[in-house]
Antibody, heavy 120, light 110 residues
Framework: QVQLQESGPGLVKPSQTLSLTCTVS??????????WSWIRQPAGKGLEWIGR???????NYNPSLKSRVTISLDTSKNQLSLKVNSVTAADTAVYYC????????????WGQGTMVTVSS | QSALTQSASVSGSPGQSITISCTGT?????????VSWYQQHPGKAPKLMIY???KRPSGVSNRFSGSKSGNTASLTISGLQADDEADYYC??????????FGGGTKLTVL
């Protein structure tokens, strides 16, 4: 059974780059036809889809974040990564990685989430 | 890309049924049969409850059901139980191969 685990710095300074990693266990990140997504949730607020990457490497991004976000795969490490440039306090949130179903864009598998605070 | 619209809160007594609505546009909810619903308990990751409008993943109780009419999708929970108290989010596939979430609905079991 596939499991996801997010990791990365819990504190990032304003204007810097937020970098997170999602480690996949129990299966290969490059097998099958799956999209791997990043989703975030500010404290007390709703979920926001950030973007996704297909096993082939093609990406789709939330238009509101597209100019600052990069999602990539490292198949040798079985990881996906997220980079958000020029962060502000508005980027403070719990960040989740998730994998879709093989037959639907629904998010079937989720990581536990990692809290990132943007503050000087 | 605007968030889908959900009512902020809904409540019901144990054993009753409730319905949560999720309204979008013809570019998301109305344009695709890819609406999904998630349950989130405090401090936990969301859990997929319904996908492709009305399909239930293995292991999800048949007390949860989904439907769609036009640009509005709905999640119905029958036979309310205390553990159903949580936040519920809808999501839809949208144009340009993007995904969008609703603002969330807080369910209180009285």
């Amino acid at each position: 059974q596939v499991q996801l685990q997010e990791s990365g710095p819990g504190l990032v300074k304003p204007s810097q780059t937020l970098s997170l990693t999602c480690t996949v266990s129990g299966g290969s990140i490059s097998s099958g036809s799956h999209y791997w997504s990043w989703i975030r949730q500010p404290a007390g607020k709703g979920l926001e889809w950030i973007g996704r990457i297909f096993t082939s490497g093609s990406t789709n991004y939330n238009p509101s974040l597209k100019s600052r976000v990069t999602i990539s795969l490292d198949t040798s490490k079985n990881q996906l990564s997220l980079k958000v440039n020029s962060v502000t306090a508005a980027d403070t949130a719990v960040y989740y990685c998730a994998r879709d179903r093989p037959d639907s864009p629904a998010f079937e598998v989720w990581g536990q989430g990692t809290m990132v605070t943007v503050s000087s | 890309q605007s968030a889908l619209t959900q009512s902020a809160s809904v409540s019901g007594s144990p054993g009753q049924s409730i319905t949560i609505s999720c309204t979008g546009t013809s570019s998301d909810v109305g344009g695709y049969n890819y609406v999904s619903w998630y349950q989130q308990h405090p401090g936990k990751a969301p859990k997929l409850m319904i996908y492709d409008v009305s399909k239930r993943p293995s292991g999800v109780s048949n007390r949860f059901s989904g439907s769609k009419s036009g640009n509005t999708a709905s999640l119905t929970i029958s036979g309310l139980q205390a553990d159903d108290e949580a936040d519920y989010y809808c999501s839809s596939y949208a144009s340009s191969s993007t995904l969008v979430f609703g603002g969330g609905t807080k369910l209180t079991v009285l």
